[in-house]
Each structure stands twice: as C-alpha cells, then as structure tokens.
C-alpha cells in the first residue's frame, strides 16, 4: 500500500513531468512569456534566499558570472538531478569565477530543506509571486520553468537555455561558459 506522503510525492512529480515536457514543446515560449534579449541588460532582481543573507540581487554580484537557472520544484526528481550535476561542478564554477543561483516559486523554508537534504552549497531563492521567472519569460501557471541564463560580470545576458535536460544541463553551461570566457 503507498502512503498518502508517497502518493502526493509521485502526482507532483507526474505533474513536473508533464510541465517539463510542455518545456519542450514549441508553445513553451509563448507560455513562459518573452525571454530577456541576449547581449543586453538581464533584468535586475531581488529576492530571498535560503542562505540566511536576506536578500540576494543581480547588482550583487557584479564582478561575477551568474548562472541564474530556473526550476519547478523542490524535491521533484528532475529539480534534484539538476540541483545535484551543479552542486557537483560547483568547484569548475567557482574557479571560472561563476556564481550559480537557483530560483523557484517555493519558499525559503522549502529551500533550506532542499539544501540541506542535498548538501546544496550555493544559494536558492524564492521567487513565490512569479515576478522575476515572469521578467526571464520562465513562468508557467504557478510555477517557474526549467531555464537558464549565463550573465556576465557587468549584468549583460550572454546565453539563454530553454531546453533542459537536467542530467547534463550543468555540463552544457560549463561548456558554454567557457566559450564565452575564451
């Protein structure tokens, strides 16, 4: 017999699957809004993270790279695996001078859960009102879409990921981050 907790956790990961794949469709852009204009300013935000910093803002991290990468859920299978492939990179992160920020509708209580089950080292923020996954054309309904964004140390978007396969995604952003620093 499943449990109520197993029952609840296997319909939100049938309902993320189904998110993801409408990810790869073709109406996925029209759904998630305009995607940010690379090679322009990437819009500005501020939000809170799990970290116990208060807030973080893209002007915060000026000087730095910022892999901004956008998920439905936490604790959903295809958000851990992703989590997972860049905590594990973190450290070719890091010595690229990148700083990686995950971003969701959940709360900052469900992050620092999240972290902490998954041993995450980098911050998550909460984007509950869907302001700034709306303002990265990354909003679905009520949840944020599997995107993500490379931005540079002056605040220019440099490259825009739509079609994320969360087992090699950090790969691909490494590799791509590399290209933009040579």
């Known amino acids: 017999m499943i449990s109520r907790r197993n029952f609840f956790s296997i319909l939100i990961a049938s ?3 189904l998110i993801s794949w409408l990810n790869l469709s073709p109406a996925a852009n029209a759904m998630g809004g305009k995607l940010p204009t690379v090679n322009q300013a ?6 809170p993270t799990n970290t116990g910093d208060g807030k973080i803002s893209l002007s915060d ?6 892999v901004l990468y956008f998920y439905p859920k936490d604790f959903t299978a ?3 695996i992703e989590a997972r492939r860049f ?3 973190l450290p070719k992160y890091l010595e690229k001078n990148a700083q990686i920020i995950g971003v969701s509708a ?3 209580d469900s992050h620092a859960e999240f972290c902490d089950s998954e041993g995450l080292k980098f911050p998550l ?3 509950t009102t869907g302001s700034v996954s709306k303002a990265y054309g990354s909003w679905i309904g009520y949840v944020s879409m599997r995107h993500s964004f490379i931005i540079d140390p002056e605040g220019i978007l440099r490259e ?15 590799a791509r981050l590399e290209q933009l620093q040579s």
């Open 125 to 127: 923020l909460a984007d």
């Open 106 to 108: 959940d709360d900052v």
């Open 87 to 89: 905590q594990q990179d």
């Open 78 to 80: 295809g958000c851990t």
């Open 42 to 47: 990437a819009p500005e935000f501020t939000l």
């Open 160 to 174: 825009t990921f739509v079609k994320v396969n969360p087992s090699v995604h950090s790969q691909e952003v490494l």
């Open 61 to 66: 991290l000026r000087g730095k790279w910022v």
């Open 15 to 17: 309902c993320f699957a």
